[in-house]
Each structure stands twice: as C-alpha cells, then as structure tokens.
C-alpha cells in the first residue's frame, strides 16, 4: 500500500522466568541470580520492542502500539 498504515496493535506476551529453584527472596538471592532474572526479564522485553518497532518502521506505520503483557507466575 501507498502512504502510511495505522491501528497495528502488537502484543508480545512477557511470562516471569527465573532460574529452578532460586528462592526469589531479597535476603537469599544471589547477585548473579539477581542478574539473569533482569536480563531475562527485562532486557529480552527491550529485544522484542525493538524488532517490533523496527517491523513498524519497515512497513510505513504511522500509529500504532506495542503492548507489553507481563506475568509475575510464569
């Protein structure tokens, strides 16, 4: 199509991840722990958005907008 598209709607789906058996307790998790929950969690939502707006660039999106949704269960 000719001119930029609107109304796309993505919507990646975050579940919580952590690695088997970290007790997620503020006295007993470990730092490296800590930081693999983060960049799991956090840092592979960045990745997503990013190619999700990347994909909306590459295809003359004018408005539009990623929705996160996350879970704190897995």
Do not use: C, W
Not at 6 to 17: K, N, R, V
Not at 32 to 54: E, H
């Amino acid at each position: 199509q000719d001119g930029p598209q609107s109304g796309i709607i993505i919507l990646p789906i975050h579940p919580a991840t952590h690695p088997p058996g970290a007790k997620l307790f503020t006295l007993y998790i470990s730092g490296d722990v800590f930081d693999d929950i983060i960049t799991t969690n956090l840092k592979g939502t960045f990745l997503v958005n990013r190619i999700a707006t990347r994909g909306m660039l590459e295809t003359n999106v004018s408005t539009g907008s990623i929705i996160n949704i996350s879970s704190v269960s897995g």
